[in-house]
């Protein structure tokens, strides 16, 4: 039996936040793991927290600045994405030069789901948001080895590679993109 697969891509809703935790604690666990950080527990959690308080905000606050999307394979919370006020960790590494940007991040799919576009149809339906805001150019960033492949892909090479950054042979790299 060939199961269809319907995705539809929304904005966060309440309703959708619990499952849109369970998003953020596989995949992030999941990249860890294939990182070969798997026993980084405490990162980990930290890293999951983060982006469950971030999503909660952008909930909670009626003017919020950042905006969450969520992907639904037949109505089950499958990815997200988010654009917000450029984060920490751009700022420093990008000395500060990025700062007056906003920041695309949040980028997971589960990863049962990885591999079938999902990631670039949340970017997509981004980029259309983004450019009915006016807005030219944003930031992202990743320390994740195996993500980095895939920006180097689809947005060129790095504005900033920071060697180093997470400890001894780590690398983290900022891209600075233009929504068109």
């Excluded at 966060?12 to 619990?18: H, K, N, S």
């Excluded at 927290?49 to 971030?54: E, Y």
């Excluded at 089950?76 to 700022?91: A, D, H, L, M, N």
Aim: a negative charge; hydrophobic letters at 35%; one cysteine or more.
């Amino acid at each position: 039996m060939n199961e269809t697969k319907h995705l539809t891509i929304s904005t966060l809703t309440e309703g959708d936040y619990v499952s849109t935790c369970r998003v953020f604690e596989e995949s992030i666990s999941d990249a860890f793991n294939k990182e070969g950080l798997g026993h980084l527990q405490e990162d980990i959690q930290s890293e999951t927290d983060h982006k469950k308080q971030k999503a909660l905000s952008s909930l909670e606050q009626a003017n919020s600045d950042t905006y969450f999307f969520i992907a639904k394979i037949n109505g089950k919370v499958v990815g997200t994405i988010s654009y917000g006020p450029c984060g920490e960790t751009i700022q420093i590494c990008a000395e500060h030069q990025l700062d007056h940007l906003g920041e695309l991040g949040s980028l997971y799919v589960l990863p049962s789901y990885q591999g079938q576009g999902i990631g670039s149809a949340l970017i997509k339906k981004m980029m259309i948001f983004l450019n009915e805001q006016g807005i030219g150019q944003f930031c992202l960033d990743s320390g994740y080895k195996r993500a980095q492949i895939k920006w180097q892909r689809k947005f060129g090479e790095p504005y900033k590679v920071v060697k180093d950054y997470w400890g001894p042979d780590s690398v983290h790299m900022v891209w600075l993109c233009n929504v068109s």
